[in-house]
């Protein structure tokens, strides 16, 4: 059983550029997380999406910052415009039904986005 | 809101010591209290988890006793080894809600 797929693991950006960082969740699971880790400090909760649903953005910036999970394939979280303040870590996470309340997520190894 | 405090890290220990990272917790209603570890260069993989109060969840010979009463979840090693080091994070959800509330993470170097 697979795990949690992120990709690239790797990316690098220009000021201005666009980046799309992908996700596809483990078999059988429907919930996806994403989490920023800036250096030196702990994962930040951004967005929580269902399928073709957003079901909590409270920790997504209200500019650049958008994300989905279609209903075919994987979620993808875009950053546009990005600036050097996006370098970081993104972590995708995944889990099979959150009213079983078992907290375990399972994440992917993570996007490197490094912005120049 | 809720919150995770962490005992400030670097942790640098020899093999076989004892470990103890502490972790306190603020937040609404009864959380379920986690342990993720983060290796280099991986994702965090759930260490070990206890949900209600005085539950202990233990993994890998880590044990973390879920106080309400001192609203805390320690963790702790009796004898680490070297291929303990990581980066380690206490985090908590909230019932019917797996969005976790995760601290700044403790990194733990142990040398031979």
């Known amino acids: 059983n697979a795990g949690v797929m992120q990709n690239p693991r790797h990316l690098v950006r220009r000021r201005g550029q666009e980046a799309r960082l992908r996700c596809s969740p483990m078999?059988?699971?429907?919930?996806v997380y994403w989490y920023r880790q800036l250096p030196e400090e702990g994962l930040k909760f951004m967005v929580y999406?269902?399928?073709?649903?957003?079901?909590?953005e409270s920790g997504m910036p209200k500019e650049r910052f958008s994300a989905e999970f279609p209903k075919e394939g994987p979620s993808i979280l875009r950053i546009q415009q990005v600036v050097r303040g996006d370098s970081a870590a993104y972590f995708c996470?995944?889990?099979?039904?959150?009213?079983?309340?078992?907290?375990?997520?399972?994440f992917g190894e993570g996007s490197r986005l490094t912005v120049l | 809101g809720n919150s995770v405090t962490q005992m400030e890290g670097p942790v640098t220990l020899s093999e076989e010591a004892f470990l103890t990272i502490n972790c306190t917790y603020t937040?609404?209603?009864?959380?379920?209290l986690f342990w993720y570890v983060q290796y280099p260069g991986e994702g965090l993989q759930l260490l070990l988890k206890?949900?209600?109060?005085?539950d202990k969840g233990s993994n890998k010979g880590f044990e973390a006793t879920y106080r309400k009463e001192t609203t805390s979840f320690h963790l702790e090693k009796g004898s680490v080894q070297v291929s303990d080091s990581a980066v380690y994070f206490c985090?908590?959800?909230?019932?019917?809600?797996?969005?976790?509330?995760f601290g700044t993470g403790t990194r733990l170097t142990i040398i031979p």
């Open positions: 996470a995944s889990s099979k039904d959150p009213a079983m309340n078992t907290g375990e997520l399972f």
């Open positions: 078999k059988g699971h429907s919930h």
């Open positions: 999406l269902q399928k073709e649903n957003i079901i909590d």
């Open positions: 937040a609404t209603g009864y959380p379920s």
């Open positions: 206890a949900t209600k109060a005085d």
């Open positions: 985090a908590l959800s909230n019932f019917g809600n797996e969005k976790l509330t």
